[in-house]
């Protein structure tokens, strides 16, 4: 889990972003009152103040609250006979079908609530004594027995029933009526274990591709258990999520400002459904001090009086469209504690939500609704209505042109890069400059383009709203390279946030959201285009344009496939088809330097991005996805994050690349339900595919501190072949030749299980394709703990999806993924950790040069993890020992293979094991030292208190100086350094001939202190390895 990206001390900074934009600002959002402090109990929808008001009303029989109260009893949620129906693995698909015990949750949840507010509103306890039991009785059943929740609605169920048990639970332990001991502790920590185990972790993030009720719905869920279960940070992220997410549910994503809402063009069930959600949200934060209802000049508002006026059949003004007739009229219970808030305590005009609630009166219930609203939040109805119309106001507003020609700047939390972003000539554009003013990125645009008779949005454009924050963000891993799987210090990256609304200026006024962060490190943008009901016919795909105009003289290290080495090449002479990361020199003198990245933060499976250069612009370059995307009608289709890292100098720019990582998704994955078996390690390949092989391999493995084995192509018969079966071993003959001792599967992984060595199996996509759903839960009986993926397809939509779906699926039998050979990383470890790490690299069997090795920390490596496999000792590398050596930390990979081409025997008594055996795959901390892009790199990383470097340079012998003052402070802090270096012969060259159990890495120990320099020399096509220990 993650802490909250949202400052709870922090107010929006309102009137700077009302400054600079011209727009309206994000007046009275998140009001806080005081210090955060402790929370308030009861305090989700009803506070003790609340409460002792209805009672007093219901005991002096005053109206509305007796009739609501006596409709409320009568009500059959209500009913004391009625027992729970609790389900152990409740099923929700699309719709609600099918439908495994998610009804009776939804009945369950609503009754216990109910049942809950009548006992704490009851006149005496005899009366209440029947209904605390039977709320208990409800969540104990579930907490009981729940164990999971699936299916396509898994989020939206979590989210519409997840509050109502918390707010049953917060009033039995909580009301002022409620008796004392009334539940057992163990059973109300019993709730709040199902709660955040089995709700909670399926809408930490939200659904940004569903309807916006979905989102509204989660928010209120995260509000209210992290109110019960005093969880400061689950509760801020509910705020964040509310004002600032820039998903569906996002209160101005949501709303627009003419009152209009996401869902309009749809029906008027599901708007009702994300408003109500949005309103309960507001109430529960209200009572803890924090006002979401003055968010966006009282956005909520709006919304209710346009979807009032429409269902009281009037006309109102629709962008996309035109409102959706189903369930015009048909009014849910929503209206009352809206009405209250803003036209009894805030006096703002609600003529129609006021018609509305004279029809409704007293509102009950509803399966989807907090409902009783009338009850619960009737203030004074009877005073003279507010005069005005606020939503008269709101559209003659929000149909007013906006200018078409507006830019605004946002400059990252310490002034290093300034984005101008905004609307120029009609269409999208964005530029970024580094401190000095040297240009990163000129002005260049984005937009979606139709495949069909829609009309696209990369022109006629008007700026219709901006509003963001100073936010920051810190995402717990499970492993990491800066620390991110440390839980209470994760880095935090803060950025400036703009969420910017597009709006056609002619029919069909189709909207376009881009969301834009500027960190220290670089910005990212995201395209995301929210559901357009009018295109349900056309059946459109969709091609994100953004393009990407360089300064003249820029050079970039082009890469037109996966495993292609990197070639310096002047922009101007670009071919099309760059594959990303693509990196940038932005003078051929000096810097800055950049690179341009994608991630897929939903995981929705987009196609694979390659840069083109435009055909009409001057240094520019155009993203061309591999393929279509399919546009939602009734889903939001947020496209991938565009990255542009920066930095001044090519180290700086290796070490920013935590901000891709800081996008990445959070884990599908709950950490303490696989931390157990999601375990980074180093691995070595077993050559001969024996019994007698894998013994020795294992045997060896446990002595060098090695995490798995692998056994590779050939074990179930030629990869290639589609007769080959991967559910049995038979070996490939053309691998295999001779007298060979077979391979008794079985009992290796046996054997391995004994010694606490896993077995990784590799598997071509042939046969992934045709047996995955067979092959994960038959390797995981066997004992197998990983795949490994071999050439897999890439690039469409189709493969997009089939990579994220097989990874899942493997997540869901206990299995471990190496993905080779053309995947380059997007995120999908970020939402699938057992997605260790991937290829999509010239890596070490290619026998690259010690050029290309030097190329890819400040290339390929910026975008994730990649398996190169490291063949140690090797003959036909270009490279010497101790080049290699420092590879196992200067390249990150969580999942490191090691000794690729070697054999136990070929290793021993080498006295550079140690090293190999000591150093991690994971780390807590990296600091880049220095390096030139093809040239050299150095880099120092932390795994507790030990520190490894790994130096290399190219095919040129140089001197670098390492400065030591990353090591921890302290006038007494001394450290042992053992290099690594290369022996050199009396040429003063590396040696290179390979005589078994003689090595070529010269040893030296000396103590150092933090402050000193180290002066390495490194040898031609050579490296070194460093590690330090506290003396």
Avoid at 68 to 96: F, M, Q
Avoid at 199 to 214: C, D, E, K, M, S
Avoid at 749 to 754: L, P, R, S, V
Wanted: aromatic share 10%; net charge neutral.
């Amino acid at each position: 889990m993650s802490d909250s990206p949202y400052p709870f001390r922090r107010r929006l900074l309102i009137q700077s972003f009302a400054f600079l934009t011209g727009l309206p600002a994000m007046t009275g959002s998140a009001a806080f009152s005081g210090s955060p402090g402790p929370f308030q109990h009861p305090g989700m929808l009803h506070s003790a103040s609340d409460l002792r008001f209805i009672r007093e009303k219901i005991r002096r029989g005053e109206e509305p609250w007796s009739m609501a109260w006596k409709n409320l009893l009568s009500d059959k949620i209500a009913d004391l006979t009625v027992s729970p129906s609790p389900v152990p693995n409740v099923l929700r698909g699309p719709y609600n079908k099918p439908d495994i015990g998610s009804s009776a949750l939804g009945r369950d949840s609503g009754a216990a609530y109910a049942h809950a507010l009548i006992a704490a509103l009851s006149p005496d306890p005899a009366s209440a004594a029947p209904h605390w039991r039977q709320a208990i009785t409800l969540l104990d059943a579930w907490s009981g027995t729940l164990q999971s929740i699936e299916g396509h609605d898994q989020k939206l169920l979590c989210g519409l029933t997840g509050y109502r048990f918390a707010n049953a639970a917060e009033l039995i332990r909580h009301a002022e009526t409620a008796p004392a001991g009334l539940w057992a502790s163990a059973r109300s920590a019993a709730c709040q274990a199902m709660l955040t185990g089995i709700f909670v972790p399926p809408i930490r993030n939200l659904f940004p591709q569903a309807n916006g009720n979905w989102d509204a719905a989660m928010v209120t869920t995260l509000l209210c258990i992290g109110i019960l279960t005093d969880d400061r940070a689950l509760f801020e992220r509910g705020v964040d999520f509310y004002l600032h997410s820039g998903g569906n549910g996002t209160v101005t994503s949501y709303i627009y400002p003419s009152g209009q809402c996401a869902e309009t063009t749809r029906d008027q069930g599901h708007v009702q459904l994300g408003l109500g959600m949005l309103e309960t949200a507001c109430r529960v934060a209200r009572n803890q001090g924090v006002d979401l209802y003055g968010a966006a000049d009282n956005r909520l508002a709006l919304g209710f009086e346009y979807t009032a006026k429409y269902n009281l059949g009037d006309d109102v003004p629709c962008d996309g469209g035109r409102p959706g007739d189903k369930g015009r009229g048909q009014f849910a219970p929503i209206y009352e504690s809206v009405y209250q808030h803003y036209a009894t305590e805030k006096n703002l005009p609600m003529p129609y939500t006021r018609r509305v609630l004279e029809r409704l009166r007293p509102e009950g219930y509803d399966r989807s609704q907090p409902a009783w609203g009338t009850l619960t939040a009737a203030k004074d109805f009877n005073k003279a209505p507010v005069s005005g119309d606020l939503l008269a106001v709101a559209l003659t507003s929000s149909l007013l042109p906006r200018e078409s020609d507006r830019e605004i700047r946002v400059s990252s939390p310490s002034g290093t890069l300034t984005a101008t972003v905004g609307v120029k000539d009609g269409a999208f554009t964005y530029s970024l400059k580094d401190k000095q003013g040297h240009p990163v990125l000129l002005p260049s645009n984005a937009g979606i383009e139709f495949e069909g008779a829609a009309a696209s949005l990369t022109g006629g454009l008007s700026l219709w709203e901006v509003v963001g924050a100073r936010r920051e963000a810190a995402r717990f891993r499970l492993y990491g390279e800066h620390g991110e799987q440390n839980q209470t210090a994760a880095p935090r990256l803060p950025f400036e946030q703009r969420i910017l609304t597009l709006r056609q200026n002619a029919a069909p006024h189709r909207v376009l959201r881009v969301e834009v962060r500027v960190y220290d490190e670089g910005m990212a943008l995201c395209l995301t285009l929210p559901p357009h009901r009018d295109l349900a016919t056309q059946s459109p795909t969709a091609r994100e344009r953004t393009e990407f105009a360089l300064p003249d003289g820029a050079v970039a290290y082009a890469s037109y496939a996966s495993e292609d080495e990197y070639h310096p090449t002047p922009i101007a002479e670009l071919k099309k088809g760059n594959w990303l990361p693509f990196t940038v020199q932005a003078s051929a003198k000096s810097g800055p330097f950049l690179s341009i990245i994608e991630v897929d933060e939903t995981a929705a499976g987009m196609p694979q991005t390659v840069l083109s250069p435009s055909p009409v612009k001057k240094n520019t370059l155009v993203t061309e996805a591999l393929g279509p995307v399919p546009v939602g009608t009734e889903v939001s289709t947020p496209f991938p994050w565009r990255i542009v890292l920066a930095g001044e100098t090519p180290a700086r720019l290796a070490a920013s690349n935590r901000l891709v990582r800081s996008l990445w998704p959070e884990s599908a994955l709950p950490s303490a339900a696989v931390s157990d078996w999601i375990k980074p390690g180093k691995a070595i390949r077993e050559t001969s595919l024996s019994t007698p092989g894998g013994i020795a391999t294992i045997d060896f493995a446990v002595e060098n501190g090695l995490s798995y084995i692998l056994f590779d192509a050939g074990w179930y018969g030629p990869e290639n072949s589609a007769a080959s079966d991967a559910r049995a071993v038979n070996l490939d003959p053309a691998r295999v030749k001779g007298d060979h001792p077979g391979l008794d599967l079985p009992k290796v992984i046996a054997y391995g299980k004994e010694k606490g060595i896993g077995v990784f199996l590799y598997v071509n996509r042939r046969a992934l394709e045709r047996q995955l759903p067979e092959l994960a839960p038959l390797y995981e009986s066997w004992g197998v703990v990983g795949i490994k993926f071999g050439f897999v397809n890439t690039g469409t939509v189709q493969w997009t999806r089939w990579m994220r779906d097989s990874v899942a699926l493997c997540a869901k039998h206990h299995l471990l993924v190496d993905t080779h050979d053309w995947y380059r990383p997007v995120g999908l470890s970020g939402t699938y950790p057992n997605l260790l790490t991937q290829e999509g690299i010239r890596g070490n069997e290619h026998m690259p040069t010690p050029r290309h090795n030097c190329t890819l920390p400040f290339t390929r490596f910026l975008s994730g993890p990649g398996d190169y496999t490291i063949c140690y000792r090797n003959n036909r590398l270009q490279t010497t020992d101790a080049h290699q050596m420092a590879l196992a930390v200067l390249y990150y990979s969580p999942l490191t293979l090691l000794y690729w081409y070697g054999k136990p025997q070929d290793y021993t008594d080498l006295p550079e094991r140690e090293y190999f055996r000591a150093v991690p795959t994971t780390w807590d901390e990296t600091r880049w030292l220095g390096g030139d892009i093809g040239e050299w790199a150095a880099v120092a990383r932390r795994s507790g208190q030990n520190w490894f470097i790994g130096a290399i340079t190219n095919e040129t012998a140089r001197t670098v100086t390492l400065p030591l003052d990353f090591l921890p402070p302290g006038t007494n802090a001394k450290w042992t350094l053992r290099t690594y270096s290369d022996k050199l012969g009396s040429d003063g060259k590396p040696e290179t001939t390979i005589v078994r159990g003689v090595s070529r890495i010269s040893v030296t120990n000396m103590p150092v202190q933090r402050g000193k320099t180290l002066t390495l020399p490194l040898a031609p096509s050579g490296g070194a390895a460093l590690w330090l220990t506290p003396a």
